[in-house]
């Protein structure tokens, strides 16, 4: 049997998550890029976007990532980013009231602060979609 | 001789000190267990960020950021991190001294305090305070390093700065913590032979990898990501540092305070029952004495 990778999702407080898997799907600042075990060292900024990781079985897993970096070494995908969470510790009526209030803010000028707003936004979109994703992969 | 009530009152008060110092030594306690998880649980994340920057430091021999840029040094800042509240031995008394004498004879130096007993010591003693950061100094959250860096990082960039330093106690053990000063601005770029000299954040070193990395989109613009994200660990790294000390000071401190109360009770009580002794032979002195003069 192939290699498979070992996954570490690290935030500065946590182990988000910790396992070995076949493949990881990232969205990088560039483009989707997917990591197979043998691939060369690598470091990746990434986007506001769900990691995807695939099991052994078939089956797929979603982390959702707020940006942060990828570094790929000897079959080792470590993950570090200032948030990370499992699709179950979302809660999605939050996010979606967050992504209501953001794109609000956007809308209202000068109130607010923009860049933050948009930090925001697209965090909560980040989460909403990895919530949607693992939803639709599970039915 | 002190009247038996006034005893009895002095070991009633002494007694609910010792209530309150011992309450305060067990939550000490508890969160001071809490503090060393948190920065147990922050090692991994600071330390493949620090391989990280030293990897692509490695690789960009040029390496051009504003915040790794060292300018001649005019005007400098320091962030002293102490408490927020007191009773914690001699923990905020002595990152303050270090502070003061850092601060000495330095008169373009200013100052950031982070807890309340710093702004309170250094306003008393009329220094310039440009900023107080306050309440978290007991648990502080990767959003308070977050916001100290951004602003950290935004008058480096504009030029208010040209040196920023963090004073704050490296914690070693609930006895033993020693405040020390550490430039973050400029950053200087970790090396491979000096890993892990920041905070808790403490590592035997990490081997030397052989194979070079590929970058997305590119070493420079992973390089203006991950510098931030450096300083930020270090920072936090910095805070909890401070927390722990904090807590293992006050641990201490409330713990030797239980003992000496506990002595106290002791000393009053054989005192007070010294004095109910000496009355009850003088009453019956007397009630004798008066019983031989009627005969």
Known sequence: MADRLQVDIITPDSMVLSGKYNMVVVRSVEGELGILAGHIPIIVTLSEWPVKLKNEDGTVTYVSVSGGFMEVRNNQVSILATAAEMPADIDAKRARAAKKRAEKRLLAKGEYDHARAQVALKRAAGRIKTVELSASKTR | ?295
Do not use: C, W
Not at chain 2, 32 to 47: E, G, M, T
Not at chain 2, 98 to 110: D, Y
Not at chain 2, 179 to 191: A, G, R, T
Not at chain 2, 248 to 269: P, Q, V
């Open chain 2, 1 to 295: 001789m002190a009247s038996s009530g006034g005893i009895r009152q002095r070991i009633r008060s002494v007694r609910n000190i010792q209530h309150i110092t011992k309450a305060m030594k067990m939550v000490a306690a508890a969160r001071l267990r809490r503090a060393q998880a948190q920065a147990v649980s922050s090692k991994p994340f600071a330390l493949k960020i620090q391989e990280m920057l030293a990897n692509v430091a490695a690789v960009e021999k040029e390496i051009v950021h504003p915040l790794l840029l060292a300018r001649e040094v005019k005007n400098v800042v320091y962030y002293v991190v102490g408490a927020d509240k007191g009773l914690a031995g001699a923990y905020n008394s002595n990152v303050a001294k270090l502070a003061a004498a850092e601060l000495k004879g330095r008169a373009n130096a200013q100052l950031v305090t982070v807890g309340r007993k710093m702004r309170e010591y250094f306003s008393r003693r009329k220094y310039k305070i440009i900023e107080s950061l306050e309440s978290f100094s007991e648990k502080p959250g990767y959003q308070n390093a977050v916001e100290i860096a951004h602003s950290m990082t935004t008058k480096y960039i504009a030029g208010e700065f040209d040196e920023i330093n963090i004073i704050y106690t490296q914690f070693y053990s609930p006895l033993r913590q020693i405040p020390i000063v550490v430039k973050v601005l400029p950053v200087e770029p970790p090396k491979y032979e000096e890993f892990g000299e920041s905070g808790l954040v403490r590592s035997k070193g990490l081997p030397r990898s052989d194979k070079e990395y590929i970058f997305e989109p590119g070493p420079k613009e992973t390089l203006t990501l991950l510098v931030p994200r450096y300083l930020e660990t270090l920072i936090y790294a910095a805070l909890i540092n401070a927390a722990a000390s904090e807590l293992g000071s006050r641990m201490t401190a409330m713990s030797a305070a239980t003992d000496n109360s506990a002595e106290i009770i002791a000393k009053l009580t054989l005192y007070y029952n010294k004095v109910r002794q000496a009355a009850i032979t003088r009453e019956i002195t007397e009630i004798v004495g008066g019983a031989e003069a009627l005969k």
